[in-house]
């Protein structure tokens, strides 16, 4: 398992195509996020299903998936500049708890960035 982050660089989401994100990372690049129970299988609507590592590292059973959310995270949102406002409005928000619990179970690693959402050198592990 493996932790995707979609940055600047390598292109961002197409505005109003609903679902983009889920769809082309489960059926286009064979790597469905984690509980996402409706495009993890091209031809069922069922519980996403997980290998044993990755269950055994989350604490459940395959018949309990079904109770894992969606673990798609937007850190940051620029909006631009409108009306009176003269400047873009930049938008920062921490992962919820169960996002970083499950990096914790997991073993996999944030990329750190500073205030300004750049990226710094190497990563810190979620907490």
Known sequence: MDLVVINKPYGLPVHGVKHQLRVHL????DCPILGDHKYSDWNKLAPQK????TLKKVGLQQAKARHIPLHLHARQLILPALGSRKEEL???CKPPRYFVCSLRRLDLWMPSQDQNGDDEAGCVRAQ
């Open 26 to 29: 489960s059926f286009g690049l």
């Open 50 to 53: 997980l290998s044993l590592g």
């Open 90 to 92: 930049n938008l920062v």
